[in-house]
Each structure stands twice: as structure tokens, then as C-alpha cells.
């Protein structure tokens, strides 16, 4: 008789199939049954919320992550402040990770296109998965790079709070890295300006927010998650005042995220976008 390895016979079962409502029971019960197992016998579980479809990994991230986005967080990563969401044309992901906000973006954005940056090669893969299982290949844009005030190559640390703690920054402790590439904002973007910029990076927004200032227009909605161990949190805020930017914070804590709306009297009108698809 042929044996099954576990984590195949589980994918057969159940692990590999549509879990329509990622906010019902159901889908809650899959992975956290899934999370009983070692995470090398994990499959991947496909979420469907709607239109939005969304794979979970063995990654423990990927489930906190998707219940943040879609369900928990949700008003803060999508918040009312952005208007009318039709009217949204391009959104600037900085820091993809495993590309769960892109493709929810996607649909929260109908008619927009997303540049979505992610310099871990590894987590790029998923990030074209998602985009895959979504067939959103024609509105997300890839960039395999982080933005920095330098086009080149640097070292991506990993840090030990997970697959989301990679930063261009040195921190205390270092569980690997790899080499990948940077570029500056003004060559992610090539003379296009998104009406919307999320950014949870771990430190890019201190390298972000300076490049801001040179877009004209600028951008009417900013989400950033800030990351005080890599930057100076007060002078960031006095940065974007600077340019126009009203600061409010949407979760408190050591890694607040704020909601940054560009002033009435610096919002200006802007011409059609150019292709970069």
C-alpha cells in the first residue's frame, strides 16, 4: 500500500479548496486546524472573501495579516478619508510582504492600478501569486526593490518578529539577509503620482517622506505604519506637516500607523496617468 505523507493527505482533504467568508467560522476553523500541524506539513489555504481571493501559507504572519486588512483593521488600512474609491486611479504599496493589502487594494480600488514594492525575492514569488490567483496580472505592477535615497544594492536584515521585520536598517539582533536592489522613489514612479501611498516598511517611511516633498502634486492620502526603532518619529511628523500633510493616529502603540491627508489648500489638479503596466 502507498503511504500519504500528512501534509499531503491534509492538502487533499481540505487544505487546497475555496473557504468562501473569511470573517465566518468556517474559515477560521481551516486555519487554525491547519495551525495544529507542524508549519513544514502546512498547506497553503486559499481565502475568498467576495472577490478577493488570498493565500495563506504556513507563514503564521499571513493569517494575522489578512484578519488585520480585511476584517479588524480594515478601516484603517482602507479609511473614508480617500473619498470616493472609484476616483482612486494608482496606489503606491511600499513594503508588499506577502501581497495580501495588494490584491484587497485591487478591489477596494476598482479602477486603480498598484506599484507594489517588495525587495525580499522570496516574498516577491507570493506577491505574484496573489496577483495570480486574482488575475489582476494587467493592474499590479511589481517592483522587486526597496525605495531608498539611492539607486544600487543593499543588505536586507531579517529580523526575529518574522517575515514582516525585514529592513534596509541594521536592528539588534539578525536572524539573516540577503542582497537587494534599491531605488529612488522618483524611478519607482516615472512622473506618475498615486493618490494613495501605504507604507509598512520598517523604517522606509523615514527614507520615503523626504522624497515626498519633491511630487507635484502630492499624494492625497498617506498610510504609514511608523517605526520609531529606526528613525526619529517627532521630526517625521514635523516633516510632513511641512508639506502639507494633517497627521492623525489610527493605531496607537510602539508601531503606530497613521492616516496622513494632504490639505485642502495643497490638493491641485492633475492630468491624465501614463502606462507603466
Not at 504572519?61 to 489578512?66: C, S
Not at 476616483?87 to 506599484?115: C, D, F, Q
Request: hydrophobic share 40%.
Amino acid at each position: 500500500m502507498t503511504s500519504i505523507r500528512p501534509g499531503a493527505l491534509y492538502k487533499r482533504l481540505a487544505g487546497d479548496r475555496f473557504v468562501r467568508g473569511l470573517s465566518g467560522l468556517k474559515g477560521r476553523r481551516v486555519v487554525k486546524a491547519r495551525s495544529l500541524l507542524p508549519r513544514r506539513f502546512q498547506p497553503t489555504v486559499r481565502l475568498r472573501r467576495r472577490d478577493v481571493i488570498i493565500r495563506v501559507g504556513s507563514d503564521p504572519l499571513d493569517a494575522e495579516i489578512t484578519d488585520m486588512v480585511m476584517n479588524r483593521h480594515r478601516h484603517v488600512y482602507f479609511p473614508t478619508s480617500v473619498g470616493d474609491p472609484v476616483k482612486v486611479t494608482l496606489v503606491l504599496e511600499v513594503g508588499a510582504h506577502h501581497g495580501i493589502y495588494t490584491v484587497a487594494a485591487a478591489s477596494e480600488y476598482p479602477n486603480a492600478r498598484i506599484i507594489a514594492c517588495e525587495p525580499s525575492l522570496d516574498a516577491v514569488e507570493v506577491v505574484r501569486r496573489q496577483i495570480r490567483d486574482n488575475q489582476l496580472e494587467d493592474r499590479v505592477l511589481v517592483v522587486p526593490a526597496a525605495i531608498a535615497d539611492r539607486d544600487g544594492l543593499a543588505v536586507l536584515s531579517h529580523e526575529p518578529s518574522g517575515s514582516w521585520g525585514a529592513t534596509l536598517f541594521k536592528p539588534e539582533t539578525i536572524t539573516g539577509s540577503e542582497h537587494v536592489v534599491t531605488l529612488t522613489l522618483a524611478n519607482v514612479l516615472h512622473g506618475e503620482i498615486p493618490d494613495v501611498v501605504k507604507s509598512n516598511a520598517e523604517g522606509a517611511e523615514f527614507t520615503l517622506v523626504p522624497q515626498l516633498a519633491h511630487l507635484e502634486p502630492k499624494p492625497k492620502m498617506l498610510v504609514l505604519a511608523v517605526h520609531p526603532d529606526y528613525g526619529d518619529d517627532v521630526q517625521l511628523r514635523d516633516d510632513l506637516a511641512a508639506i502639507g500633510y494633517e497627521v492623525s493616529v489610527a493605531i496607537e502603540g510602539d508601531h503606530p500607523v497613521w492616516h496622513c491627508v494632504l490639505g485642502a489648500d495643497q490638493t491641485r489638479s492633475r492630468g491624465p496617468l501614463t502606462s507603466n503596466s
